[in-house]
């Protein structure tokens, strides 16, 4: 009974800032990475940041400068901290575990910046 469970998302004024949280709980053995993806209306779910290797980051380049991702495993938490957001940053934001068998899914967070 793999879940994850995000949250943090809301309504925030362009430039300012959020911080997503995705807590996991079930039984896992083997994670090949987790990571952030959205999906912005009428748009296809695409990848924001990665962590994998244990300590290896990768930002989809939208995004290089202004997010972080990162992964506490005593808390089962991976966390994105969003800065400077811009309205193009509004969509739904899905935290992602990828396993050698099969990828789990959480049920979003919206994240919508407008003045």
């Known amino acids: 009974q793999v879940q994850l469970v995000e949250s943090g998302g809301g309504l925030v004024q362009p430039g300012g800032s959020l911080r997503l949280s995705c807590v996991v709980s079930?039984?896992?053995?083997?994670?090949?990475?987790m990571g952030w993806y959205r999906q912005a209306p009428g748009k296809q779910r695409e990848l924001v940041a990665t962590?994998?290797?244990?300590?290896?980051?990768m930002y989809a380049d939208s995004v290089k400068g202004r997010f972080t991702i990162s992964r506490d495993n005593a808390k089962n938490t991976l966390s994105l901290q969003m800065n400077t957001l811009k309205p193009e940053d509004t969509a739904v934001y899905y935290c992602?575990?990828?396993?050698?068998?099969?990828?789990?899914w959480g049920q979003g967070t919206q994240v919508t910046v407008s003045s």
């Open positions: 962590v994998y290797g244990g300590s290896n980051k």
């Open positions: 992602n575990l990828r396993t050698g068998t099969r990828d789990y």
């Open positions: 079930g039984s896992i053995f083997s994670i090949n990475r």
